[in-house]
């Protein structure tokens, strides 16, 4: 018996919003549907009918209602107008960090050598590979199962850029000269994760979240000593922030010897990252 979307549409939303908001109840559903169906906005304007509801999708929305994350569900998410793989192992990709990549795509230009540290699903790296065909990108992360993944996508995506395996933590790294600095490291305080909703806190991987309430700047830190050992003179470093810390990361980098430093604020009006120059 023919089902209308309509009708899976409502009954989806209604199952789903025990564990989140209307709004976003509604928006996993058409998400669900998309995935599993193949149904666009349109198809839903004009309720056209389909013959059953894959089991596959009955278990997503049972397991969407246990508050897994839906882009580990599907096992990919969208970033930068592209698809990645994600993982438990990664972080999903946010959007304050397609403005991370945006930025430096505005900023930065010709042939440099950058690195992102922390890369995790890649999509920093890869993203600035793809779109910033005159760089030569490195992606470092500490993780072998988040390099792996990551190397699975540049694959995917046809992306050239090499892979290191090292912890930006380490006094030392094993880089050359660069160009660009860019990361977004681990920045959210222990003591914020009862802010945080049930389904980051947990399923997304703490390591690559979290950071001591007593030393939030720890990897901000280690950044600023890797650009002073590896950039050149008036090469560039990027860094996605803890909204608290803006000024904090910035006198750390002015410590450092950079200079022009800025912080930028995300769509939502909130202090997101902060840039400068090595002098």
Known sequence: MAIKLKAIHKR?????????????????????????????????????????????????????????????????????GREFLVGPEVLIPRRETEELVHLILKSASGKMKVLDLGTGSGCIGISLALEWKEAS????????????????????????????????????LPLGTLDLMVSNPPYVRNQEKALMHPNVLDHEPHGALFVPDEDPLRYYRALVRHARNHLKTGGLFYVEINEQFGAEVASLMEEAGMTAIRIYQDLQGKDRIVWGQLS
């Open 137 to 172: 990108v490195t992606a470092l992360d500490n993780c072998p199962e988040a390099l792996a993944l990551a190397r699975k996508n540049a694959a995917l995506l046809n992306a050239s850029l090499d892979f290191i395996l090292a912890d930006m933590l380490a006094p030392r």
């Open 12 to 80: 989806y939303s209604g199952e789903l919003s025990t564990t989140y908001l209307p709004e976003e109840a509604g928006s996993l559903a058409s998400w669900l549907m998309e995935a599993y169906l193949g149904t666009r906005a349109t198809d839903l304007l004009s309720d056209r009918s389909v013959e059953t509801i894959p089991p596959a999708m009955e278990a997503a929305l049972n397991r969407l209602k246990q508050g897994v994350p839906i882009q580990y569900i599907l096992g990919k998410a969208p970033f930068y």
